[in-house]
């Protein structure tokens, strides 16, 4: 299995501030990447595929880049909405992975 | 606009089987270019990916419960099913069923339903 790993699992910061998540795989995986926003009580939501590609929808603020093994979710000027829990994930090969996560919480 | 709801049991006594069947609407689960599968999330935990199906061609299902996992599409009610059998209570989750793309990632969600294994 390709293991995922977030850093960091928790991170503080406050509206306006830029911040960046990243995502290692244990293994390459070329771009075959996604980045998932989770609120309490909700279904994931797509915010990035192909490592770098936006989701329909989905505002500007937030990119996406790397390949092989190496990954960052940047989201610019944070509004209190982004505050939420963030997952990267592998669809690069079978079984699919994530990472276990990182809490974006407000300082 | 795509939607997906599971529904099934909330509460699974341990030894059985979990079942659950997720309803697709504003699409069609016999469309060539999606599998459909299904994730799960226990408690205050991360994403667990449990397997998907394809119409036509094939099932994929993590290693770490293939034994007991079966995931299976109805076109006739544009319905997918899964089955977990012999549960124990780390078997506990919310449980989402989700479209992917073909060499894409999970792009629809339904909302989850929650699965208490417990006598």
Sequence with gaps: ??????????????????????????????????????????????????ASSLQSGVPSKFSGSGSGTDFTLTISSLQPEDFATYYCQQYNSYPITFGQGTRLEIK | QLQLQ???????????????????????????????????????????????????VSTYYNPSLKSRVAISVDTSTNQFSLKLTSVTAADTAVYYCVRRGLGATFDYWGQGTLVTVSS
Aim: hydrophobic share 30%; proline share 7%; charged share 15%.
């Design chain 1, 1 to 50: 299995d390709i293991q995922m790993t977030q850093s960091p699992p928790t991170l503080s910061a406050s509206v306006g501030n830029r911040v960046t998540i990243t995502c290692r795989a244990s293994q390459d995986i070329s771009n075959y990447l996604a980045w998932f926003q989770q609120k309490p009580g909700k279904a994931p939501k797509c915010l990035i595929y192909a």
């Design chain 2, 6 to 56: 599971e529904s099934g049991p909330g509460l699974v006594k341990p030894s059985e089987t979990l079942s659950l069947t997720c309803t697709v609407s504003g699409g069609s689960v016999s469309s060539g270019i999606y599998y459909w599968g299904w994730i799960r999330q226990s408690p205050g935990k991360g994403l667990e990916w449990i397997g998907s199906v394809h119409y036509s």
